[in-house]
């Protein structure tokens, strides 16, 4: 029991919230009540495929992770790494980039003949002909290596910083981690590998993670930093026994334009009522109005003395239509100057006259709870502006609410918000 009551709890305020979310715009013509679905704001609309793409170019430092890293220290196989990249964001979590990376890479290549060393790279792959004399191999010997290569792939990325804490457009930093696919190509000439040996054309792996700083709405800062796995004769040598690929790790810094902002907006339903119709019935009480200032007109005009025994006894006050808007039960300036209107009148008519004064709220909005608090709320307002500010006789008002009902006039909800005054009959 106590289990379905947090549950109701819980889907009240719910509904209240959402009730409370709302904005309108408004025209001669019309009014639209913008509803979002989401109060938070977490909650986005799904954008077209032209919208939320981005270009970004940058560089940085990489170095690789080959078959003789432990011959040669971290200065000499680290080099320049450049990355160009266009991606696009389906939802604010999840995305897709293709991106060009690579340039050149420096390491150790394994050469040489029994019985010494010799003068030139001969049988070493990729290698700068300066030999590694400070750490021989027994009956082999090392040599400096260097060559270029692309990476062309692509990632499947994921803003963890919008996953658990919501989209949210002016957020200062996002970590994205990501994985992918590529082709990961050497882009050297065939003689500078042994004759056993063809050059690389691998399909790599990569899994890093993006740190994205917002710098205005349309350019972003993504320091990126990614790992790669390649087969191991990328690097053109597969000496090393029990080794079963190359790793390439970078780190480079990307300027980010976001083509057209790459805004999302927030979930909406967006509802338009006519404001004609209610327009229509302002001026059918503009002109009672008019009509019951006439009549007093008249009465002061007649002898008043014998007048008033007639006049009083005639209940010549019309029913009276206030409207209020969603999830509020404050009178509006127009609403009090049309009870004024009708206050004047009742004190002059028969004080033995008994008005009922019912509340009303629209069913589509809101649970039963808070459409019978709203009813209610709205007509002890109604009652408290006749009494409280135009001096009507308590004894002649009697307050009655009605909750959530259907639409009562127009087929339009916004009609159903409000109270309506007439005589008992």
Not at 180 to 204: H, I, N, Q
Not at 256 to 273: D, F, L, P, Q
Not at 395 to 416: C, H, I, W
Request: glycine residues 8%.
């Amino acid at each position: 029991m106590k289990k379905y009551l947090f549950i109701a709890l819980l889907s009240a305020m719910g509904m209240t919230a959402y009730a409370d979310d709302i904005t309108t715009n408004s025209s001669e013509d019309f009014t639209d009540e913008i509803i979002y679905n989401d109060p938070k704001g977490y909650s986005v609309q799904t954008n077209g495929f032209f919208k939320n793409w981005y270009l970004s170019i940058g560089g940085g430092a990489q170095t690789i992770f080959g078959d003789h890293d432990k011959q040669i220290g971290w200065d000499n196989r680290i080099t320049p790494a450049f990355d160009v990249a266009v991606g696009k964001w389906f939802t604010p979590v999840i995305g897709v980039r293709a991106m060009a990376s690579g340039l050149t890479l420096k390491g150790a290549t394994q050469g040489g003949v029994d019985g010494g060393p010799i003068s030139q790279s001969k049988g070493a792959a990729f290698s700068t002909g300066q030999q590694i004399t400070e750490k021989p191999w027994d009956r082999y010997w090392l040599w400096y290596q260097e060559f270029n290569y692309i990476n062309l792939h692509v990632d499947v990325m994921y803003n963890l910083c919008n996953l658990f804490g919501g989209y949210k457009e002016k957020r200062v930093y996002n970590a994205i981690p990501y994985f992918g696919l590529g082709w990961v190509a050497v882009l050297e000439d065939a003689d500078r590998l042994p004759e056993d040996v063809r050059l690389s054309r691998e399909v790599g792996a990569n899994i890093g993670l993006i740190n994205q700083f917002r710098l205005s709405r349309s350019l972003d800062l993504n320091i990126d930093i990614r790992g790669g796995y390649v087969n191991d004769r990328f690097d053109g040598d597969e000496s090393t026994a029990g080794r079963y690929g190359e790793g390439i790790l970078s780190a480079t810094a990307n300027l980010v334009w976001k083509i057209g902002g790459n805004t999302w907006e927030r979930s909406k339903t967006i509802i338009r009522h006519d404001n004609r119709t209610i327009n229509q019935l302002r001026d059918m009480m503009d002109q009672m109005s008019q009509t019951n200032a006439e009549l007093q007109k008249a009465l002061d005009e007649c002898n008043k003395a014998a007048v008033d025994t007639i006049v009083k006894k005639i209940p010549v006050v019309a029913p009276n239509l206030i409207n209020f808007k969603i999830n509020k039960s404050k009178l509006t300036k127009a609403s009090r100057v049309s009870l004024g209107m009708m206050a004047d009148v009742i004190k002059e008519c028969d004080p033995s006259l008994v008005y009922v004064i019912t509340g009303y709220a629209d069913a589509v909005t809101g649970n039963k709870e808070i459409n019978d608090r709203l009813s209610k709320e709205r007509a002890e307002a109604v009652y408290d502006c006749l009494v409280k500010e135009f001096g009507v006789n308590p004894n002649q008002l009697r307050v009655e609410y009605k909750g959530g009902v259907d639409n009562m006039f127009y087929d339009d909800p916004a009609l159903s918000r409000a109270v309506i005054t007439k005589v008992v009959e």
